[in-house]
């Protein structure tokens, strides 16, 4: 983000807990980008997006207290309302009915399927792509998805110990891929 | 324990990207008090991924700022206290008995509808009972009215029969008048006799006759040379009373004879005689 930031992360937190309007015009301002392109790596219909990132920020104005910045960065506790908003969206009835539709019209309509595509080409979705393809799946079920590891353990006929080590490894090789 | 290895196994990031389990969390949150480099190492992850997000940021559309800045202040509109940290949710739970009292209501309004509705209808009936005991007493009244005038008509009808019938024999060229003046003692009385000389039928107009006693009825004579031969019972007739033929007559009398008739005429009770 190009803003010059007017803030140190510590009094950000503080305004924002005491719900001042004007501090979350500057989170606003400040992060929507980047927590609108976490929700579309999750959410394809921008529209929807629109919704979760809204729902998002409602969420972070009533949880702010439940904040504790020993445990984290604020942007982090943030990525990941924005990723449980967005799972908890694609999980939602009324989603799976509109993708349902979608689905079935683009199957009629149009075979590119350049709109399912288009989670894969944005932020960390993007990275994890690049993965091999036995690390790219782990990812993929459980950080995008939202799959416990019992369940993917359970999908991929995997025991449950190896889901865990080779999570950890492609975790690890994809703070390599985050860190350049 | 061996921090470095600790840091390099995956657990910093599975702790960043909430997919450690809470068990792991927990004891990386104790390790990050105690070691800085865990700390260091949440942090540089938890940096390099804000970058990263950064840097792939999409602005959403811009409309969309102020439809969040509204949500947000209706959220410190409605925030009550602290303590409520889900005020949305409550509501929610709330819109169902709210439901259940506006449909309650709803049913308390029908059955008041219905019991209006019964009333008005019972009310309805009674009116319209009377109204059909009213009708049916007229209908009566009207249908016995109407039964005597087709009577009458009746009685009308048959008269101008008679009268018609008179006027066709009295108007018929063949007809003969005899008029019968009445004899001494009854000078006021008259009766004419109309003659068909074709037909040689006798009508008999009782013009001006006394009312007769009980058991008395006036007898037509026909004078046939000299000698008094039974031309018929006058009864009480409309127009011309058709009496018995009679072919051949210089005279025509009426007596005053007991009921049914005589044989011969009682000449003392002669009241008019007229001559052909």
Not at chain 1, 147 to 161: A, W, Y
Not at chain 2, 31 to 52: I, K, W
């Amino acid at each position: 983000m190009p803003e010059i930031k007017k803030y140190s992360e510590s009094e950000l937190v503080m305004l924002l807990k005491q719900h001042e309007q004007h501090a979350f015009g500057y989170l606003y301002d400040s992060y929507s980008g980047a927590l609108f392109s976490v929700i579309l790596s999750i959410i394809t219909d921008r529209e929807l997006a629109g919704d979760v990132l809204q729902e998002v920020f409602v969420k972070i104005w009533r949880q702010i207290d439940s904040y504790d910045d020993s445990k984290g960065r604020l942007f982090t506790w943030m990525l990941n309302i924005a990723r449980n908003a967005s799972i908890d969206m694609v999980r939602s009835k009324g989603f799976q009915n509109s993708r349902q539709n979608r689905e079935l019209t683009e199957n009629v309509y149009d075979s590119s399927g350049t709109t399912q595509t288009n989670t894969d080409k944005i932020g960390l979705r993007k990275i994890v792509q690049t993965l091999k393809e036995e690390y790219k799946v782990l990812i993929e079920l459980s950080y995008f998805q939202g799959f416990t590891q019992e369940e993917i353990s359970r999908m991929l006929n995997i025991p449950l110990g190896t889901v865990k080590t080779r999570l950890r490894n492609a975790l690890v090789q994809l703070r390599e891929l985050v860190k350049t | 324990m061996d921090i470095k290895a600790y840091i390099e196994s995956g657990i910093i990031e599975s702790y960043v990207l909430e997919l450690a389990s809470p068990e792991e969390a927990a004891e990386l949150e104790q390790l990050m008090q105690q070691h800085a480099q865990v700390r260091q190492a949440v942090d540089a992850f938890s940096a390099s991924l804000e970058q990263n997000a950064l840097n792939s940021a999409v602005a959403p559309p811009p409309a969309l700022k102020e439809t969040v800045m509204a949500a947000l202040m209706q959220q410190a509109n409605n925030q009550p206290t602290a303590a409520a940290p889900f005020p949305l949710r409550e509501l929610k739970s709330n819109t169902l008995p709210g439901a259940a009292v506006v449909r309650s209501a709803f049913w308390k309004y029908m059955a008041a509808a219905s019991i209006v509705l019964l009333i008005g209808s019972a009310a309805l009936n009674v009116y319209f009972y009377n109204g059909y005991k009213t009708a049916y007493t007229k209908y009566q009244a009207l249908l016995s009215t109407q039964n005597t005038m087709q009577a009458s008509m009746d009685v009308y009808k048959a008269k101008m029969d008679d009268m018609d019938e008179s006027i066709k024999v009295m108007n018929d060229p063949a007809t003969r008048m005899i008029k019968m003046p009445g004899v001494a003692g009854h000078e006021n009385s008259l009766a004419q006799v109309y003659w068909n000389q074709s037909s040689k039928n006798v009508y008999l107009s009782t013009g001006n006759l006394p009312a007769t006693p009980a058991g008395k009825q006036y007898q037509l004579w026909a004078i046939v040379n000299g000698q008094p031969v039974n031309a018929g019972m006058v009864d009480d007739c409309a127009g011309l009373c058709k009496m018995l033929t009679i072919p051949n007559a210089q005279a025509f009398a009426i007596t005053l004879e007991k009921a049914g008739g005589n044989a011969a005429p009682s000449m003392d009770q002669m009241f008019v005689l007229g001559k052909v």
